[in-house]
């Protein structure tokens, strides 16, 4: 079964930049495509980015521009590189595979605030 551990947020000012990390056990996550989501206070989970095992990202129009998803296959471990954040992005990220969910994690609070 695998297990993921989503890391690395944070209270940021906004304009700032944050890198989250998701690092999965139990199994490789290599061929899967994975997602990050995120989810504000009394709202539903949204979807933010995409990476397939191979070929190119995909963004929320909310985050283009600004997030930057990646993967480390060797680590197993999935990346969201945030730059420029705003107040909007406050949030708690989760990372999970896009079809057939893995058991959700944690997830990893991001505060943008001033």
């Known amino acids: 079964q695998v297990q993921l551990v989503e890391s690395g947020g944070g209270l940021v000012q906004p304009g700032g930049s944050l890198r989250l990390s998701c690092v999965a056990s139990?199994?490789?996550?290599?061929?899967?495509?994975m997602d990050w989501y995120r989810q504000a206070p009394g709202k539903q989970r949204d979807w933010v980015a995409r990476i397939p095992s191979r070929g190119g990202a995909a963004y929320a129009d909310s985050v283009k521009g600004r997030f930057t998803i990646s993967r480390d296959n060797a680590k197993n471990t999935v990346s969201l590189q945030m730059n420029s954040l705003k107040p909007e992005d406050t949030a708690v990220y989760y990372c999970?595979?896009?079809?057939?969910?893995?058991?959700w994690g944690q997830g990893t609070q991001v505060t943008v605030s001033s």
């Open positions: 999970n595979k896009v079809f057939g969910k893995f058991p």
């Open positions: 139990g199994s490789s996550i290599s061929t899967y495509a």
